[in-house]
């Protein structure tokens, strides 16, 4: 079956500008989460949506960070008036029902702010 | 709260020799852990994770950890080192039981050589 997808793969945007990243979790997985993983800070939680419940935003950054999640399924990420120090790659996971929780992660994209 | 620290930033070995990657972590509950490896410019792929079963964990590609709760520690071994392996090597933490976010440490890079 199909993994954990992203798009766009790589993104150059200029400074200022907003941009949007798209996340397709795994088909009947619940929950889906957003990372970033950047030299400085590592990899790091943004947010977390499961099923219908009000998402966990505990890890955004600052209010330019913004995402949704329609029809429990795909998501998009937003980052508005973008800065340099937003450039890092953008990893999305996703989890099934169960007791594994383990999460499967995509392939991430990977946003230069020039 | 919860934290992982990987003792080693990086970690060289010769092929064929033994591996060890060192994570300690902390964490006020009952801790699931994990390993997640990073190739090159490829996505987070999991290793092996510990929940609440056996100590010691068999996970893929001859990987396995030892969970220690006295020591509060999760350390990654392999008898055998590949050159296939040298990538980058994550101890990851959640809570147990629930489907929160992943909390990372800060990464093991691994170089195998001949």
């Known amino acids: 079956g199909a993994g954990v997808s992203q798009s766009p793969s790589n993104k150059v945007t200029e400074k200022g500008k907003d941009v949007e990243l798209r996340c397709d979790p795994i088909?009947?997985?619940?929950?889906l989460y957003w990372y970033r993983q950047s030299l400085g800070q590592g990899l790091e939680f943004l947010i977390y949506?499961?099923?219908?419940?009000?998402?966990?935003k505990s890890g955004l950054p600052s209010d330019r960070f913004s995402a949704e999640r329609t029809g429990g399924s795909v998501s998009t990420l937003t980052i508005q008036r973008t800065q340099q120090e937003d450039s890092a790659v953008y990893l999305c996971?996703?989890?099934?029902?169960?007791?594994?929780?383990?999460?499967?992660f995509g392939p991430g994209t990977r946003l230069t702010v020039t | 709260a919860q934290s992982v620290t990987q003792l080693d930033s990086h970690v060289s070995v010769s092929e064929g020799t033994p591996v060890l990657l060192r994570c300690n972590y902390s964490?006020?509950?009952?801790?699931?852990l994990f390993w997640y490896v990073q190739h090159p410019n490829k996505g987070l792929q999991l290793l092996l994770k510990?929940?609440?079963?056996?100590?010691l964990v068999k996970g893929i590609n001859g990987f396995e950890a030892e969970f220690k709760k006295s020591e509060t520690s999760f350390h990654l071994t392999k008898p055998s080192a590949h050159m296939s392996d040298a990538a980058e090597y994550f101890c990851?933490?959640?809570?147990?039981?629930?489907?929160?976010?992943?909390?990372f440490g800060t990464g093991t890079r691994l170089q195998v050589t001949l």
């Open positions: 996971a996703s989890r099934g029902a169960g007791g594994s929780y383990e999460q499967y």
């Open positions: 088909s009947g997985h619940t929950a």
């Open positions: 949506f499961q099923g219908n419940s009000a998402p966990d």
């Open positions: 964490s006020s509950y009952s801790p699931s």
């Open positions: 510990y929940t609440s079963a056996a100590t």
């Open positions: 990851v933490v959640s809570e147990r039981g629930t489907a929160s976010k992943l909390t």
